[in-house]
Nanobody, 128 residues
Framework: RVRLVESGGGSVEAGGSLRLSCAAS????????MGWFRQAPGKEREGVAI???????MYVNSVKDRFTISQDNAKNTLHLQMNRLKPEDTAMYYCAADFAYGYCSVSWWHKAYEYNYWGQGTQVTVSS
């Protein structure tokens, strides 16, 4: 059984940084698409950034040049470095994994329903 556990959330002032981590355990196939989604109160879950086993990364426009996704394959851990945070980044951040395709695609990476596994989330709050 796959388990995803997020950590690293917290409260920061605008302009600050946070680093989220997602520890994956259980059976992790050799090819996958994994990443981060976020959901603010009253809003839909939004794809933030993803990475696949070939190292391809994709970001939502609002976080490009501020957020960086990376993976530590030896530790089955995913990271999201978030710099120059803005109040609009405030949300619950979720780690997600898709094992069906073995890669990330520009056509569906941002669609939450494509992902098979989810963590419980970690809260990020950015004050102005």
């Amino acid at each position: 059984r796959v388990r995803l556990v997020e950590s690293g959330g917290g409260s920061v002032e605008a302009g600050g940084s946070l680093r989220l981590s997602c520890a994956a355990s259980g059976y992790i196939p050799s090819t996958y698409c994994m990443g981060w989604f976020r959901q603010a109160p009253g809003k839909e879950r939004e794809g933030v950034a993803i990475i696949d086993t070939t190292g391809v990364t994709m970001y939502v426009n609002s976080v490009k040049d501020r957020f960086t996704i990376s993976q530590d394959n030896a530790k089955n851990t995913l990271h999201l470095q978030m710099n120059r945070l803005k109040p609009e980044d405030t949300a619950m951040y979720y780690c997600a994994a898709d094992f069906a395709y073995g890669y990330c695609s520009v056509s569906w990476w941002h669609k939450a329903y494509e992902y098979n596994y989810w963590g419980q989330g970690t809260q990020v709050t950015v004050s102005s």
